[in-house]
């Protein structure tokens, strides 16, 4: 079946899903709709980009997706995974949420987090308003569709007004011989002069399964006016995984949000992120990194939107690529005519360490004022020969001077990640995939333990835009 098709995702799996999680008739209808533009959109609507649609393709006919019914141990899915130091945390096993929890001071503080069926029983009409103000629209992209039709898991976080949390909150997910997609739906909701920290990790078990999995995701943080929601994701899926995600990020007015993403697992991600600034003075920051290797085709795509004047968006995305890898970064710049004043920069550098390596980049902008500042730039390149010249003459080995060079070339981006332990995580899982071991997010004593080294503070914010920008 080719991927255009959809085969077994129709109407009769969308019910038995919707039947079998007792949703409302108005989700039901959701899903349908959903559905019908599932089944009528291309695989990409951009004509900028159809050039590249062969690097993300793959057969989705060749997955199933079932209701999470599926009753998980606790203890043995998660062996090996939490250290007992865990608070506010979510788990979730394949595609079934297993432990909800949150410390006794935060949850009386009126923090929500929990799964979309537990949602819907405590609070149908929070749900509903969600869902019908999606971020994520079905007719925007064919995966999103896709998710938003066949979701058989997700998770609602709602911070209340005023309410700062100094803790991040973190959702687990580990695959271990899954028997369906795990296809989720993931909501975070700041609201008024809140503030909340959320982490995303998604992992393997080091034995393969027999088959490929889908992991299919969309994502949805709401940054109401004054507030500031720092979300990242971790994704460490075995090599015969497959990885699509669809995220919006909307700041409404003096609202801040940031995105972090670290990809090094998968042998196929297809990623799309939108940041909409609809607020004056907000602000949003997307901070991309990924490391390749042997076959893994990754293709990413963000895109800062301005509808508000006095609005700033950056884009930060850095890579490096081996074996026969092969990597696409998509961007645009949209400022509309009322977007006064608005500053936006969307940047992509990839580094290939061998010829049979690729990498592609196509950013672009559509600017519909004059009085703003908005720039792009893309890179693709090898290791630097003086560099490596540099370090072989004061004693280094050739894989030692490569393996710094290749850490350096990430740190400018990596610095910037401001959720510490994300930060500090990221740096400690791309040395271990250059050294060939795989290494998850850990607590920072773990960390310290284990490497001995204190980690630099990110960086201060930067005037990125005073430095180098394209149309003024």
């Known amino acids: 079946m080719s991927q255009s098709a959809v085969g077994s995702f129709d109407q009769h799996l969308v019910e038995e899903i919707s039947r079998s999680l007792r949703e409302p008739d108005w989700l039901r209808e959701s ?9 009528s959109l291309p695989l990409e609507k951009n004509p900028l980009y159809t050039k590249y649609v062969g690097i993300a393709s793959f057969d989705v006919g060749a997955f199933t997706v079932v209701p999470g019914e599926q009753k998980l141990d606790l203890r043995s899915t998660f062996s090996g995974f939490l250290t007992g ?51 994520v629209k079905s007719e925007s992209d064919k995966f999103a569709a896709f998710v938003n039709a066949f979701f058989n898991s997700g998770t609602v976080v709602v911070v209340p007004r005023e309410v700062v949390l100094t803790a991040p909150l973190r959702k687990m997910l580990v695959l271990d011989s899954p028997k369906s997609s795990v296809v989720e739906q993931t909501f975070v909701v700041a609201e008024e002069m809140s503030k909340v920290v959320f982490q995303e990790e998604l992992y393997s ?10 992991v299919a995701s ?33 700041t409404l007015n003096d609202s801040h949000a940031t995105v972090s993403s670290l990809s090094l697992g998968a042998s196929l991600e297809r990623s799309r992120t939108n940041f909409l600034l609809n607020g004056r003075g907000s602000l949003g920051e997307g901070f991309e990194i990924f490391f390749t290797d042997s076959k893994q085709r990754y293709d990413f795509e963000s895109n800062l939107v301005h509808n508000s004047r006095d609005s700033t968006g950056a884009v930060q995305a850095r890579g490096v690529l081996k074996g026969e890898s092969q990597s696409i970064f998509k961007g645009m710049i949209k400022i509309v005519k ?51 010249f540099y370090l072989l003459a004061r004693g280094l080995s050739l894989e030692e001077a490569k393996r710094m060079v290749v850490l350096g070339f990430f740190e400018p981006v990596l610095s910037r990640i401001p959720i510490e332990q994300t930060r500090e995580g990221a740096r400690f899982m791309i ?31 930067e005037d990125i835009f005073e430095r180098h920008y394209k149309y003024r």
């Open 31 to 39: 899903r349908l709709k959903a559905l019908s533009d599932f089944s």
């Open 85 to 135: 130091k865990e608070t506010n945390i979510s788990l979730q096993g394949n595609e079934t949420q297993i432990h909800s929890e949150l410390q006794p001071e935060v949850a009386s503080k009126g923090v929500k987090m929990m799964s979309l069926a537990e949602a819907l029983q405590s609070d149908e009409q929070l749900v509903r308003r969600l869902f019908e103000t999606r971020l």
């Open 205 to 214: 078990r080091e034995s393969a399964p027999a088959a490929s999995t889908l």
């Open 218 to 250: 969309t994502v949805e943080v709401r940054a109401m006016p004054g507030s500031h929601v720092d979300f990242s994701s971790i994704q460490l899926l075995d090599e015969r995984a497959v990885r699509v995600s669809n995220r919006a990020v909307e």
């Open 338 to 388: 009322e977007a006064k004043n608005s500053r936006s920069y969307l940047a992509h550098h990839s580094m290939i360490l061998e010829r049979s390596a690729k990498s592609d980049a196509v950013p672009s902008l559509e600017i519909d004022n004059n009085e703003v500042k908005a720039t792009h730039s893309a890179s693709v390149a090898q290791v630097d020969e003086e560099q490596l």
């Open 431 to 461: 040395e271990g995939k250059w050294d060939g071991r795989k290494r998850r997010l850990v607590d920072r004593e773990t960390l310290l333990a284990e490497t001995g080294e204190l980690v630099p503070e990110a960086k201060g914010t």
